[in-house]
């Protein structure tokens, strides 16, 4: 069978007998797709430092019918998030990123436009300022996995938000107004929303020269994780140790 060729995410790795590597991949032709890197961890010429995780390549590989695993026969790398310094912030949120395409993406379903939105947040996560690429990524994935909510009106009653303050519950799917509000919502901002709205209509690369500290939209994040734990039914690892990060 011939070589499958096609740019990727390496999202995960895993040991697998005393030189080969489980490899988890978001591949632009495929979706994700999970291999076997024979020798990987003996074979520079291969493989080389293309297996680091959120490393973007180019992968060759080949799925045999009736085998669950692909064989991973070689990956050339693009771009490596090793290229710049790798703070324990950006580690975590590089994690964050990866964890989300592993828990949500089918197997073997291409979708080009989480792949280019994740190697646009990959783009600009190479310093410490992690906190407006995670928002950006954790909004636009919840809406182009199909999850996300219309945030302009109340879920029960169906009245507008705009201008009105707006609630969010752990076990409900989208916002309800004061009236509506279920015992123990949170409160989201209007000035969060706002900011979602100008996500949805500009590039990440235009956000990057704001000031963005840890408490901007929180309150957003703070939703949109609750909807995709509740979609996922999981905890998501990274979610976690972002909020306890301390940076």
Known sequence: MSLIESEA????????????????????????VRGVARSAKKSKRRFGGALEPMTYVRAFYDV????ELARLDACEVLESPLATEVSYARAVALAHVAELLDEL???????DAIFRLALSVLH???GSEIWMPVTYFDLWLTRLVGFLPELTECIVCGRSLNG???YFHALADGLM????????????????????AKMFRAPVENFVEIPWPKSRASDLRKFLIQILQRHIEK?????????????
Not at 177 to 196: F, G, H, Q, T, Y
Not at 235 to 247: D, N, P, W
């Open 9 to 32: 995410i390496v999202l995960r790795t895993y040991p697998l007998r005393e030189a080969d590597l489980l490899v988890t991949l978001f591949t632009r032709a495929e979706g994700k």
């Open 124 to 126: 600009a996560l190479t």
């Open 177 to 196: 107004c004061p009236e509506d509000k279920r015992l123990a919502s949170s409160e989201i901002s209007s000035e969060s929303r706002v900011l979602a």
């Open 235 to 247: 905890k998501l690892i990274t979610a976690g140790m972002l909020e306890k990060g301390g940076f």
């Open 64 to 67: 045999r019918e009736r085998q």
């Open 105 to 111: 993406l089918p197997d073997r379903e291409a979708n």
């Open 164 to 166: 009105s303050r707006a």
